[in-house]
């Protein structure tokens, strides 16, 4: 069953929210909280329930603006500078719940002259039935952010330059199977506290992490992302025997600090009827004559899995 259908089944007969609700929770809950502004609708048909984020406007659509909703101290929203800076971050926590994987993308906030680290958590949704919100936000020239207290009421709105990389985040959720609601909640309650988070992602963490995924759902068969290659002595290998070969290079986990000193997932070696064989990712640009200078952007790479004997290494 797809995520969008567990979904959909998860939520089809639940109420449907006053939108100011998540609001009130939010002005109720402990200072440094945040949030973001899921509420349950109805589809444009009328027939299913959506999410989408709350609409500032009369309709539901999905042209909706985002909004972040951060918890300030009474009073402390106003008592800020001006110009308040706030620097952004982004990153995906991939954990293993059960026997799956689980990538709940979290983006963390923090504002000049307040001591907290704001995190909020975006399940990642996708198809017509459940849009996922990580599109939308890839789109926009600025991330919105409201401040509120101890009232319902926002006191301040806030508006900062996207400059989170979320094609790199989708890449990198997108590498992994599907996950329902229950495996994505499970996920948040097991992270790493905002502050930890934030003291680790770096783009260049966000970057590594999101080749090594690609990489192996690459070398798993999506051929969507490549191609592959064999050298004259793997070709001339009987049909059966080379899938063996390939079944055992997509079942590769034995990966150390000395065989992939990069990280990355990208080089292994593994051993069949006592012959070791070699196999290899390169990154091509989209030209298939160039390097890619961005193998982490699916947009802009096109990887090529070569397989070899060991000899001809």
């Known amino acids: 069953m797809s995520r969008n259908k567990q979904l959909f089944n998860q939520h089809k007969h639940s109420p449907e929210p006053v939108p100011n609700d998540v609001f009130k ?8 909280t945040s949030t973001w502004n899921w509420i349950l609708t109805r589809s444009s ?8 984020p709350l609409s500032q406007g009369v309709d539901l659509t999905k042209d909706y603006e ?17 110009s308040v800076e706030v ?6 926590f991939v954990t293993k ?14 504002l000049s002259g307040n001591n907290y680290i704001y995190r909020v958590w975006i399940n990642h949704y996708e198809g017509d039935t459940l849009p996922s919100p990580l599109y939308r936000l890839q789109k926009m020239q600025d991330l919105s952010i409201l401040l509120i207290a101890d009232k319902p009421d ?11 990389n979320w094609s790199s985040l989708i890449a990198k959720i997108e590498s992994i199977m599907p996950w329902d609601l229950s495996a994505f909640n499970t996920a948040k309650s097991t992270a790493s506290s905002a502050q930890e988070l934030w003291n680790r992602t770096t783009y260049e ?29 793997v070709l001339l290998l009987p049909i059966k025997k080379q899938k063996q070969l390939f079944k055992q290079i997509q079942e590769f986990d034995d990966f ?21 064989y070699i196999w290899k990712i390169d990154y091509l640009d989209t030209s298939m004559i160039m390097l890619s200078d961005e193998p982490a952007d699916i947009n802009k790479t096109t990887r090529i899995l070569l397989v070899i004997r060991g000899d001809e290494y």
């Not at 929770?25 to 440094?32: K, M, R, T």
């Not at 951060?70 to 800020?80: E, F, I, N, V, Y």
């Not at 719940?97 to 923090?110: E, H, T």
């Open 154 to 164: 926002p006191q301040r709105s806030i508006k900062i330059d996207n400059q989170i």
């Open 97 to 110: 719940i059960g026997s799956i994987y689980v990538a709940p993308l979290y983006v963390l906030f923090q």
């Open 25 to 32: 929770i939010l002005s109720q809950s402990p200072v440094g």
């Open 205 to 233: 963490q966000v970057k590594k992490t999101t080749i090594t995924k690609l990489n192996d759902r690459f070398r798993n068969g999506d051929r969507s992302l490549g191609d592959y290659k064999m050298s004259r002595q």
């Open 256 to 276: 150390t600090p000395e065989n992939d000193p990069r990280g990355e997932h990208d080089i292994g070696k593994v051993t069949m009827d006592g012959v070791e």
């Open 87 to 92: 620097t952004a971050k982004a990153g995906v």
């Open 45 to 52: 048909s009328g027939t299913e329930q959506i999410f989408l």
């Open 66 to 82: 985002p909004k972040f909703l951060l918890k300030m101290p009474p009073g402390k929203s106003l008592d800020l500078e001006t």
